[in-house]
């Protein structure tokens, strides 16, 4: 069975620092990874989705990497602002085509 | 563009009383369709997936049940709620054959 952890669990940073937010795997075997974002009571967005056979993805100040082989994928968010400020979470699709969510990074970036 | 609607907001029902959560999604056809349910310090829980209409897998056995009776239309409902129901419930969909899934908005539900 798929596990998925995200470290670490909280995370309280100035304004301005670059960031890195970790998603680790159980099972290697998977089609895709997805990072999210959710601010309090929201539902969650869509920032990157990383196919398995690419390396990284890359939106505005967002940076996403997979290393299948050792089930991990890391999120860079430079030079954060307080509106970055939510909980970020990964999930991963395998032979299933069902997705394991981690339980989040939850992100203050304060002023 | 696609867009995905979910209501109530916000519920509050007591213990033994019947749920009807609705989502609905616009601007895409023979959507996959998800409920997920995201409770405090347990992360987001995949219960019922549907990739067509009356087509409906349980990922998770408990007293809540999922229907589809229309293409772009999905129901979790309950007959009677239990404290342990409470939790934020949040409807997906994804472009049939395809992964990448699009959230809705989310409904707050608390069993008294």
């Known amino acids: 069975k798929q596990e998925v952890t995200q470290i670490p669990a909280a995370l309280s940073v100035p304004e301005g620092e670059n960031l890195v937010l970790n998603c680790s795997f159980t099972d290697s075997a998977i089609y895709n990874l997805q990072w999210f974002r959710q601010d309090p009571g929201k539902g969650l967005t869509s920032l990157l989705l990383i196919q398995s056979s690419q390396r990284e993805q890359t939106s505005g100040r967002l940076n996403a990497s997979l290393d299948k082989s050792s089930g991990r994928s890391t999120l860079y968010i430079a030079a954060s602002q307080p509106g970055d400020s939510a909980t970020y979470l990964c999930a991963v699709v395998g032979g299933s085509y069902i997705p394991t969510f981690g339980r989040g990074t939850s992100l203050i970036v304060h002023p | 563009s696609q867009t995905i609607h979910q209501w109530p907001a916000t519920l509050v029902q007591p213990v033994g009383s019947p749920l009807s959560l609705e989502c609905t999604v616009e601007g895409t056809s023979n959507p996959n369709l998800y409920w997920y349910r995201q409770a405090a310090g347990r992360g987001l829980q995949l219960l019922f997936y549907?990739?067509?209409?009356?087509?409906i897998s349980s990922e998770v056995p408990q007293n809540l049940s999922a229907s589809r009776p229309q293409d772009r239309q999905f129901i979790l409902s309950s007959k009677k709620l239990l404290l342990s129901d409470s939790g934020f419930y949040l409807c997906a969909w994804s472009v049939l054959g395809e992964i990448e899934q699009y959230f809705g908005p989310g409904t707050r539900l608390t069993v008294t």
């Open positions: 549907s990739v067509g209409i009356g087509q």
